[in-house]
């Protein structure tokens, strides 16, 4: 009987650990960073160009990696990261889209890329503030 309890609760342990293991070990903002990240993230909304919208999303998930003490490239961050994220593919993939605006002149978007862009970076962003 002892044997078998201790099973279930190690059982029930693992369980647990994959449901919910990403979000006990995921490191947060403190509550000043996070507030300012929050700011900068209304003053990208704010922006009217799209371009620069994507371009300013990109920094500000660039920014939070970077008070959460993560170093290197965006790219090198979201490799190391991107397990806390509900979303990691949509972030790739809008991170692959600042980098068309960026290195890619003349680039067109649609505004369904900009929206899905945006939203894959709030998303992101939003899993470390507090």
Same mark, same amino acid.
């Given at each position: ?52 919208? $994507?371009?300013? !999303? ?8 970077? &008070?959460? *003490?993560? %170093?290197? /490239? +965006? ?15 949509? $972030?790739?993939? !809008? ?8 290195? &890619?002149? *003349?680039? %067109?978007? /649609? +505004? ?19």
């Amino acid at each position: 009987p002892v044997i078998i309890s201790i099973g279930v609760v190690l059982a029930l342990a693992v369980v647990l650990l994959v449901m919910f293991g990403r979000n006990l070990f995921k490191p947060k903002l403190s509550p000043s960073a996070s507030m300012n990240i929050q700011k900068k993230w209304k003053n990208v909304m704010a922006l009217t160009d799209t371009h620069r919208q $994507v371009m300013e !999303a990109d920094a500000v998930l660039d920014m939070t990696f970077k &008070e959460l *003490g993560i %170093q290197g /490239s +965006l790219g090198d961050k979201l490799k190391k990261m991107g397990k806390f994220l509900p979303n990691e593919n949509d $972030v790739w993939r !809008a991170h692959k889209l600042r980098n068309r605006i960026a290195h &890619e002149p *003349g680039t %067109q978007l /649609s +505004l369904k890329e900009v929206a899905d862009a945006l939203s894959a970076f709030k998303k992101a962003i939003d899993v470390f503030c507090r």
